[in-house]
Nanobody
């Protein structure tokens, strides 16, 4: 099974920034797509941003212009740079992947992001 380990969550003031990391147990080239989802209390889990093996990035409307997804191939890691954070961004953020070979879906354990003054 693929292991995805998230880090970088925490408490930040409105207008601040955080960078989340997702380290995969295998090469990122083994995945058709990797990305980030988030879920706030009482709300459905939603796509934040995703990136394909070819480098195509897709993101949700609520974060466009504020969040940036990138990857470091040598470290088998994807990053989510979050800027101009608001309390509405408070949620548990989950890393996600789909295997290129057998389309197995994997999830990380999640990391809490809290935006509050």
């Amino acid at each position: 099974q693929v292991q995805l380990v998230e880090s970088g969550g925490g408490l930040v003031q409105p207008g601040g920034s955080l960078r989340l990391s997702c380290a995969a147990s295998g090469s990122i080239f083994s995945f058709y797509v990797m990305g980030w989802y988030r879920q706030a209390p009482g709300k459905q889990r939603e796509l934040v941003a995703s990136i394909t093996g070819s480098g195509f990035v897709n993101s949700g409307d609520s974060v466009k212009g504020r969040f940036t997804l990138s990857r470091d191939d040598a470290k088998n890691t994807v990053y989510l740079q979050m800027n101009s954070l608001t309390p509405e961004d408070t949620a548990v953020y989950y890393c996600n992947s789909i295997s290129r070979v057998d389309y197995i879906i994997s999830w990380g354990q999640g990391t809490q992001v809290t935006v509050s003054s």
